[in-house]
């Protein structure tokens, strides 16, 4: 289960890769309206590359969610009386189907400033869907074998302070991914030109390109600025909890590093290389910080110490 598990994470980030893909080189529309097959046809007589970009995204999000099915009910089947494994698994399910419906509405609403809106909602859901499957898996392999007897390790309780810390951090780096993605469906990458950190304004505003790029560099320093709180914090009081320490370190190593691609991406001039990195470094930022979120545990919940059940060495 938990190499089937790996495997199903690993097709969940190809579907977000090859969605950044079929935007970035405007591929959209290259089955026409038709949806879910391509050009009315199940294999069509003629594919052009927009067409074969597009199609090969929607038979990897279509296979990706097969497995994602079967890691679900396998897992629930199982773990049937672990409510975290139900969760997980429902979340993982759920916005795949969610991103599904609305790469179907995408095609409906070409050319109008709807679509801006749908495809930044559709990359949105598909990070929700890969940081469920990634932490599922991660869970899967933090819970015992079925049948095993192993003692559980109990890690420290943190502070309601941290927890809230902790989810708020992760809940505005989801509204950062927003921002980030309404810069690329309404072609402000080059808001400001190729000029970094300059532009042309310096006022967040959604009506023009160079607003809504600045609106995002706005939203991506802050979210830096928390995480680099975030890894204080940790670091001076909670060094018994490696687990978050190492979530919060390596938290703090990708958003400089997408800091980085961000100003690549700009100064490119949007390259596609360069922006398929951005959206890989995007996506497991969020998979880490959903990940210290489970280890925290709910803030608005009183429980006792999270208990861990780990698996005996093999050697």
């Given amino acids: 289960m ?135 898996t991660v869970y899967l392999f933090q819970l015992k074998q079925v049948g095993e007897r192993v003692a559980p390790t109990t890690l420290p309780l943190v502070g309601k302070g941290l927890q809230y810390m902790i989810w708020g951090t992760a809940a505005f780096c989801y509204i950062v991914v927003y921002t980030g993605a309404f810069v690329r469906h309404s072609s402000s990458t080059l808001g400001c030109g190729t000029q970094w950190p300059g532009c042309s304004t310096m006022v967040p505003d959604i009506s023009t390109m160079p607003g809504v790029q600045m609106l995002h560099r706005y939203a991506a320093s802050l979210i830096g600025l928390l995480i680099l709180g975030l890894l204080i914090w940790v670091v001076r009081r909670y060094r018994q909890r490696p687990d978050i320490v190492r979530g919060a370190g390596l938290a703090f190593i990708l958003v400089v590093l997408q800091g980085m691609a961000g100003m690549l991406t700009v100064t490119t001039g949007g390259q596609l290389v360069v922006e398929l990195v951005h959206t890989t470094l995007i996506a497991v930022l969020f998979a880490v910080q959903s990940y210290l979120c489970m280890q925290v545990g709910w803030p608005w919940k009183n429980q006792p110490a999270e208990q861990i059940q780990v698996a005996p060495s093999r050697g």
């Fill in 2 to 136: 938990r190499i089937f598990g790996v495997i199903t994470s690993i097709g969940a980030y190809i579907m977000v890769l090859m969605g950044a893909i079929v935007t970035k080189t405007g591929a959209g529309q290259g089955c026409g309206t038709s949806w879910p097959i391509c050009k009315g046809q199940l294999i069509p007589e003629y594919m052009s590359v927009d067409s074969v970009l597009e199609y090969s995204h929607r038979i990897a999000s279509g296979i990706d969610g097969f497995l994602i099915l079967i890691l679900t009910v396998w897992s629930w089947w199982v773990f049937r009386q672990n409510g975290r494994v139900k969760l997980l698994g429902f979340l993982s399910i759920f916005f795949v189907v969610l991103q599904g419906a609305l790469g179907a509405l995408t095609v409906q609403f070409e050319g109008t400033f709807a679509l801006k809106w749908f495809l930044s909602l559709h990359f949105g859901f598909s990070l929700i869907s890969f940081a469920s499957v990634v932490l599922l």
